[in-house]
């Protein structure tokens, strides 16, 4: 049987062998309640509040995160891949949480951002028979088939990150809104433009891996942006969210652009990262004292530097420590709770302060977090 079964199965059991105690009547008559063979005698509020009590103990025994048979709880995690930064902090938040100390027996899959990879890592888990599956969809597509696999299997899955677009057979999904992310970094542009006396923008941007909804909803959310004040986006071509494929697209662009553009847009660090350095062997200078505005994504550790450093003139945070939540969902399955179907990460705007703007999206006002040693410090 399930861990996760057995743990709901103990808690009501325990809690309705309390209550069959209890009177029917709620007149304050006393009643006899078995007490392990001798009868002692409560009253039926003393009975109720005994139940809460047993009641609390036994969602406590439900939601340990070892089962109630003292087992370790079944993993499988399929992860996108080792491609970034954001990407090493969002394993080792998932490795720390899962741990066999706290309970845990995790399988892990690192799918090097291939999606059959994944998908057969997830049949994998099931033939496991895990207690639970996590994944970070490589791509928001193609995955009804193997999610009706695990909803047959009886394995509750859990989306972490990136979403799935084509399936709702999964029991929640922890992550980003990153629509949001880009209609941040387009209204911050704008701000920081105004605020330049800057009235044109051609702008070059170098997106994540094709198909990820993170690309698409950055892509999505930046080309609103652009559309309602009229910018032109020169081109946009992926980057793969690695460094390399950031340089070999800056590189690209140096050429086919020169001259002609006023803002990279990079949809994460690591992109932007390979952009400086395309940037720098053409000679284009970038940051709050260049002749290039440079945006990315994430805001990692790395990419505040590079902010504090005036290279970066503004990170959009994606928050890659979703695991503590993770583990809330599975703590409610555990014990036999429906947990929140959505929940989305808290993540912050930065940059230095002099390229520190009042903007809004739809009428929102927007904070934006000023990049000190301190804020890289307690960074992911
Ligand atoms: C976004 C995440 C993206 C990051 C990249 O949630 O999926 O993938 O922005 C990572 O750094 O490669």
């Known amino acids: 049987m399930k861990k996760r079964l ?77 491609e970034s930064d954001w990407r090493t902090a969002s394993t080792k938040s998932c490795q720390d949480v899962f741990s066999e100390a706290n309970g845990y027996n995790l399988s892990f899959v690192d799918c090097d951002n291939d999606s059959a990879a994944q998908l057969e890592a997830v049949r994998s888990f099931i033939e496991q028979d895990v207690d639970y599956i996590i994944i970070d969809p490589i791509v928001s597509t193609g995955w009804d088939t193997v999610l009706t696999e695990c909803e ?6 859990i989306v972490i990150d990136r979403t799935i677009d084509d399936s709702d057979k999964y029991a929640a999904w922890v992550g980003s809104d990153f629509k949001q992310e880009g209609l941040a970094a387009g209204e911050w542009l704008k701000a ?38 009229g910018w032109t986006i020169l081109d946009e071509q992926s980057g793969d969210f690695t460094e390399d494929g950031g340089q070999e697209v800056m590189e690209s662009y140096c050429k086919s652009y020169e001259g002609k553009f006023n803002v990279v847009v990079c949809q994460n660090d690591n992109e932007a990262f390979g952009a400086m350095t395309a940037m720098d062997n053409a000679g284009v200078t970038y940051g709050p004292d260049g002749d290039v505005i440079l945006i990315s994504f994430d805001a990692c550790t790395a990419g505040l530097e590079e902010v504090k450093a005036r290279k970066i003139t503004a990170d959009f945070e994606c928050n890659p420590l979703a695991a503590p939540t993770v583990e809330e969902v599975i703590k409610t399955l555990q014990s036999g709770g429906t947990p929140e179907t959505e929940v989305y990460m808290p993540e912050h705007w930065y940059a230095l302060s002099d390229a520190i703007v009042e903007f809004s999206i739809n009428g929102e006002a927007q904070e934006m977090t000023e990049v000190t040693d301190e804020v890289i410090e307690a960074q992911y």
């Open 6 to 82: 057995l743990g709901a199965l103990i808690s009501s059991a325990m809690v309705a062998s309390l209550l069959a105690g209890c009177s029917s009547s709620n007149s304050g008559t006393t009643e006899p309640v078995t007490d392990g063979g001798t009868e002692t005698e409560q009253t039926t509020e003393e009975t109720a509040d005994t139940a809460a009590t047993v009641e609390e103990a036994a969602q406590e025994v439900a939601e340990n995160t070892e089962s109630a048979d003292g087992e370790l709880i079944d993993i499988g995690f399929a992860q996108v891949g080792h």
């Open 152 to 157: 047959d299997a009886g394995i509750p899955v």
């Open 192 to 229: 920081y433009a105004d605020s330049k006396g800057i009235t044109e923008i051609n702008a070059l941007v170098i997106s994540g891996t094709t198909g990820a909804s993170a690309q698409i909803g950055r892509s999505d959310g930046f080309k609103e942006v652009a559309d309602s004040y």
